[in-house]
């Protein structure tokens, strides 16, 4: 009796417990997903708007840690630099808006163009270059 | 050996009714609710940041939230819904404001889901939301949709 009042009280204790930590960890991984691809985006922009101002030729190489939860990166009408995030309620589409005209030498259909690499989770180097007076190309290298 | 088996007996009997003592508190506490543990989560709005939300509230038969346009873009919203993971989920009849609804860069808005039904969303109860909104940019040329999808965690007041 001693022995199953012992093993009763265990489980109370350690049931709830699971219970409560593993929805926190659950969400708070779910938000820091959304930081890292926040952090991505922003830095490709901001690098790549850079690059554009500082004339044809210009380039530079950012490594980035690319999350799991990537399933692709796009590149629509060189101006929405397109994430397409898995969370545990869903995809989402987190979109980075970018004032100066952005290419890949990835597959285009009609204005949307894939980058290549960029959705495969794990450290990544991104080339940003000024290709031409009017664009600005990422690529994974 | 009559003895000994009837010593065997009582104390069999005694771990029986011992056993069906705690089964019946178990169940009864079960009834009551006190394994509902997910009563002492939080409650929470988690959207990606570039929406992100900033108040919400479960009324009955109403879904209330505040979120705000961190994406640096006026965007154009064209379709908002709420549902959840329910066999039957939730269903809101009209949202304010009704769609579609400009929406400008660094603004936040409140938007109301009314008329909520099925989804066991119910008075008094834990409840888990999941809101879907498309939207455009209004200054990309082609106007692709994007979808974002947000969660809603929280108890609905009675």
Not at chain 2, 2 to 28: D, N
Not at chain 2, 103 to 108: D, G, L, M, Q, V
Request: aromatic share 10%; with cysteine; charged share 15%.
């Amino acid at each position: 009796m001693e022995y199953l009042l012992v093993v009763a009280l265990t489980f109370a204790i350690i049931v709830p417990t699971t219970y409560l930590f593993y929805n926190y960890s659950k969400e708070s991984s779910q938000e820091i997903t959304d930081a890292q691809v926040a952090q991505l985006g922003r830095s490709i922009v901001d690098a790549a708007e850079s690059i554009f101002y500082s004339g044809k030729g210009s380039k530079t190489t950012l490594e980035m840690n690319i999350p799991d939860n990537i399933q692709s990166a796009v590149i629509i009408d060189g101006r929405e630099l397109v994430f397409n995030m898995t969370t545990s309620f869903g995809v989402s589409e987190i979109v980075f808006f970018s004032s100066a005209n952005l290419t890949t030498n990835g597959s285009c259909s009609a204005n949307v163009c894939n980058i290549p690499g960029l959705a495969n989770s794990g450290l990544k180097k991104v080339k940003i270059e000024s290709v031409s007076t009017s664009s600005v190309r990422i690529e994974v290298i | 050996m009559r003895k000994k088996s009837q010593a065997a007996l009582e104390f069999l009997t005694t771990y029986a009714w011992a056993f069906i003592v705690i089964a019946i508190t178990i169940g009864s506490l079960y009834y009551f609710g006190v394994f509902d543990f997910s009563k002492y989560l939080p409650q929470k709005c988690v959207f990606p940041s570039q929406f992100k939300c900033l108040d919400f509230s479960l009324n009955p038969s109403e879904v209330k939230i505040k979120l705000a346009n961190n994406l640096g873009e006026d965007i154009r919203v064209t379709s908002l819904q709420v549902t959840n993971d329910a066999t039957s989920p939730i269903s809101c009849q009209t949202t304010n404001p009704p769609f579609p609804f400009d929406w400008a860069h660094s603004t936040e808005k409140d938007i109301t889901f009314a008329s909520c039904s099925g989804g066991a969303y119910i008075a008094g109860e834990r409840t888990e939301l999941r809101i879907i909104m498309g939207y455009y940019a209004i200054n990309t040329p082609s106007k692709p949709v994007h979808v974002i999808n947000g969660k809603i965690n929280g108890r609905v007041t009675s």
